[in-house]
């Protein structure tokens, strides 16, 4: 299952999941410029027990080394679509859960859960002298509170069947307990090459970590900042869902637009799911359009027998 989007918008620009994407991308380039000195630079900043379990290596290294390794791993990937795999993720998942955080507490939120998955590591594979690198385990943490923030959101996942691929729209709660017992059956299975037990980690104490944030209130700052990073426009392409009564022909459905959006009007993509198909159209939203305003679209309701179609009622919501 590859996911390509969620179906929550964010409502600020995710200003720290970008940094963190572009700091990726960077460490990155540092890597493939090491050339010959590159295992060395692996086995320095990547995570590695034996360093910390056997005290011949351990003594090569000094303390500040030795905390280092547990962030800069995170930062470090195995190859071009190691990095790609795990930016992408990190991008679907990752705007939402700062959005509920807040940038300060995100930030923190993620090296935490990267730090946990570390720890997760180290304790499963005490002297292993094989170094794990990679933001997996960071990223398992955001989904986890993903989940547990977003559970009626859905996954649009292209899933590939034989030689065809079909896009389906997957609700997040099962497709990211999917993806958690696939990471644990991989890890009873010892399959290797995968810090598997990171990901684990991870994803368990992202769930814990968000439990004890959401107990603090945000700061003044960070409350500050999302005023700045606020964004001004409702997503541009939309998903509605409309449902119609009994032997109703008309179908009804919502469309969200931002207050500037309903003063001055604007121009929406609409999709409707229709089992593996999709209705699209363009949706002009007119000037001066007020909270709950209906638009009627001719034709996009239920069809009848006599080749007919009901109309597609749309409410205006506003949001702030």
């Known amino acids: 299952m590859i996911p390509l989007r969620d179906t929550i918008r964010s409502k600020n620009y995710p200003v720290v999941n970008l940094a963190i994407i572009v700091l990726n991308v960077l460490f990155f380039i540092i890597e493939i410029s090491k050339g010959e000195t590159l295992n060395r ?39 071009f679509f190691h990095l790609l795999g795990n930016m ?47 933001a997996s385990g960071a990223i398992a943490g955001v989904m986890g509170a993903y989940m547990m923030l977003y559970p009626k959101s859905r996954i649009l996942t292209l899933i590939p069947i034989f030689f065809f691929f079909h896009l389906v729209e997957i ?17 009873a299975g010892g399959q290797g090459g995968i810090a598997w037990w990171a990901h684990i980690g991870g994803f368990i104490f992202g769930i814990i970590f968000l439990r004890v944030f959401l107990l603090f209130d945000e700061s003044f700052l960070s409350r500050k900042l999302g005023q700045i990073t606020k964004k001004s426009r409702s997503a541009r392409i ?26 001055f009007g604007a121009r929406k993509l609409v999709n409707i799911p229709e089992g593996f198909k999709k209705k699209r159209f363009v949706l002009i939203i007119p000037p001066a359009t007020s909270e709950g305003s209906k638009m009627r679209l001719s034709g996009l309701g239920r069809k009848l027998d006599g080749g007919e179609s009901g109309d597609l009622y749309l409410k205006v919501n506003i949001e702030d």
């Open 41 to 79: 630079f692996i086995y320095t900043y990547g995570l590695v027990p034996a360093r910390y379990s056997i005290p011949t290596i351990s003594s090569y290294f000094t303390l500040g080394q030795q905390l280092l390794s547990f962030v800069s791993f995170m930062f470090l990937h195995g190859g």
């Open 88 to 134: 992408w993720s990190l991008y679907i998942f990752g705007d939402n859960v700062e959005d509920r955080l807040g940038p300060f507490r995100y930030l923190l939120f993620y090296l935490l859960c990267g730090f946990a998955s570390g720890v997760s590591h180290l304790a499963i594979n005490w002297h292993s002298q094989t170094p794990t690198i990679g």
């Open 171 to 187: 609700p997040a709660v099962f497709f990211l307990a999917i993806w958690f017992i696939f990471q644990f059956l991989s890890a």
């Open 238 to 263: 939309q998903v509605i869902r409309p449902v119609s009564f009994g032997q109703d022909p008309d179908m009804y459905g919502n469309i969200t637009v931002t207050r500037r959006e309903a003063a």
